[in-house]
């Protein structure tokens, strides 16, 4: 059984907890370098993206984050999340920092005013059984991608899940919805790559 952490510096945390231990992972957060150190693969969650990146600094955690990603460890972002595994950002703080680890340009807020929150259905390659129930809230998409990112799920026109090697980020939060399949695919991620 890997053990997945969940980065809980700002975010919804637990619900990933929750949705990790329902997929079969050992499910634990994580907030300084001896605690990601131990695990076997990390989902960053949903919140607000300048504040996770300003607490992964102040918590030493940046370098260490990068170096596990840049090392190949399996990586989940959801919505900041996502924004966090970004190589490069439309409409970001100029102080914020993210880690990398997909080489596309996301940007934040994307889906504008009229459509801060909603919800849609999204069907997304790699996931069996019909299309995953996505929730938007104030969700970034995808502006464009390298050559060795694979689109995963589009919305409306816009990308808004996509996988680099063992690095995955969905716009939507699919550990809001109870449907875990998003999660069992990352949990079957990390156990791949063990
Ligand atoms: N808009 C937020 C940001 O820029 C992301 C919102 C979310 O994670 N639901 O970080």
């Not at 605690?35 to 955690?61: C, N, Q, R, Y």
């Not at 069907?123 to 996505?134: D, I, Y």
């Not at 929730?135 to 816009?158: C, K, L, M, N």
């Amino acid at each position: 059984t890997p053990t997945i952490g969940v980065l809980a510096l700002q975010g919804d945390v637990r619900e990933h907890l929750v949705a990790l231990a329902s997929a079969d992972a050992l499910a634990r957060p994580v907030r300084r370098p001896e605690e990601l150190a131990e695990v076997d693969g990390l989902v960053i969650p949903g919140g607000e993206s300048t504040t996770m990146s300003k607490l992964a600094v102040a918590f030493g955690m940046l370098e260490p984050l990068r170096e596990r990603v840049r090392a190949g460890m399996p990586v989940y972002g959801t919505c900041a999340g996502m924004i966090m595994l970004a190589d490069k950002l439309l409409d970001g703080r100029e102080d914020q920092e993210t880690l990398g680890g997909i080489d596309m340009i996301v940007r934040r807020n994307a889906f504008g005013r009229q459509n801060e929150s909603f919800e849609a259905s999204v069907e997304m390659a790699g996931v069996e059984g019909g299309p995953v129930e996505g929730v938007f809230i104030r969700a970034p998409w995808v502006e464009s991608v390298g050559a060795q990112v694979e689109v995963v799920a589009t919305y409306d026109g816009h990308t808004v899940a996509v996988r680099q090697g063992n690095v995955l980020a969905t716009s939507f939060h699919p550990e809001l919805t109870g449907d875990h399949r998003v999660h069992a695919l990352f949990v079957d991620m990390v156990r791949a790559a063990q």
